[in-house]
Nanobody
């Protein structure tokens, strides 16, 4: 397992953009972003196999963009047109084994998780 460190959370104005970054302590095969609101299930946002094309969750795919670096140990997330419902704890996840593109958004398949970064959208 690798250690993951998220950064970039905080308070953001509604209508603005969010930029999060996740750095892994070692090489990964796939990385993803998920979020969770207390009392609700964890929700996938986007994930990508290093060197592959991202898989975006349908509810956010028109507002989210992810990118990785060539080293395969960083995943950035940009979310636009933020709304109050985007307030949540955002988590980065990674795995070292390859995964099918269709399974990228399945959180249970990831073996490493960051501690999360809180994002609060204010109007």
């Amino acid at each position: 397992q690798v250690q993951l460190r998220e950064s970039g959370g905080g308070s953001v104005q509604a209508g603005g953009s969010l930029h999060l970054s996740c750095v892994a302590s070692g090489l990964t095969s796939a990385m993803g972003w998920f979020r969770q609101v207390p009392g609700k299930e964890r929700e996938p946002l986007a994930a990508v196999q290093i060197g592959g094309r991202p898989n975006y969750a349908d509810p956010v795919k028109r507002r989210v963009f992810v990118s990785t670096n060539n080293a395969g140990n960083m995943l950035n997330l940009q979310m636009n047109r933020l709304e109050s419902m985007d307030t949540a704890m955002y988590y980065c996840a990674a795995r070292s084994a390859p995964i099918n593109w269709e399974d990228l958004l399945r959180g249970e398949l990831y073996t490493s998780w960051g501690q999360g970064t809180q994002v609060t959208v204010s109007s």
